[in-house]
């Protein structure tokens, strides 16, 4: 195992942990992919949570800027699958904390639990376990943005882009492995589902 690990070996831990799977699924988007990954599958062992979240720690010291600012960052991520992630990078890079946000209920917008509050020029690194939609993500950099927080960058151990990700545009993104899946479609124009294979509807 390399000190940061490289895509071969992010993408073994995920498939021997079963949080990578082969067959044919439906995203709560309406997408269809012959893929389905659940990084918190991997993250219930704790060995690998950790060689995870200090891998991607190691590529986030590599860059000088980051450098500069770790005592002053912040770690902030999108609950709940986020924090395992955020608090193995936070304890391996010593930023200064954690924090992140939430949803009382699916139709609530995102916010932070009470008396957190982002300081105006507080530097902020972007954590979760996957960037996917980017949806979640972008909500959270928009109440930071908004609170005058300065995000420096997205940090995530799974890029896995699909035609609907949100564009961050210049702000650097860190991942450990990038996936695509062989593809994403539309129900409609699903080759799985014509050759009748059996859907599996997921809800993360
Ligand atoms: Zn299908």
């Known amino acids: ?7 071969e070996e992010v993408v073994s831990v995920l498939r021997d942990t079963g949080a990578l799977r082969d067959g044919h699924f439906e995203y709560s988007n ?17 060995q690998y949570q950790r060689m ?6 190691r590529l986030l010291r590599a860059n000088p800027e980051i450098r500069a600012i770790l005592p002053e960052l912040s ?9 395992p992630v955020a608090y193995g990078v936070c304890e391996a890079i010593r930023a200064r904390q954690v924090y992140w946000a939430e949803r009382e209920r699916d139709d609530q917008p995102l916010r932070f639990r ?5 300081q105006p020029g507080e530097p902020v690194l972007l954590v979760d376990d996957i960037l996917r939609s980017g949806a979640k993500l972008m909500a959270l950099k928009s109440m ?3 609170a005058g927080a300065k995000v420096v960058g997205l940090a995530v151990i799974i890029y896995q ?10 702000l650097p993104l860190y ?16 080759e799985l589902c014509k050759r009748g294979e059996p859907l599996e509807k997921v809800w993360v």
């Open 30 to 46: 309406g997408l269809h992919s012959n893929e389905y990954l659940q990084v918190a599958l991997a993250m219930r062992y704790s």
């Open 75 to 83: 770690i902030v991520a999108p609950a709940t699958a986020g924090l």
């Open 144 to 146: 930071l943005d908004a």
């Open 161 to 170: 882009p699909t035609p609907d990700t949100l564009d961050f545009g210049s």
């Open 114 to 118: 009470q008396f957190v509050e982002p």
């Open 52 to 57: 995870l979240s200090v891998g991607l720690s």
């Open 1 to 7: 195992m390399h000190l940061i690990p490289n895509q």
């Open 175 to 190: 991942y450990l492995a990038k996936l695509d899946a062989s593809y994403y479609v539309h129900g409609r124009a699903c």
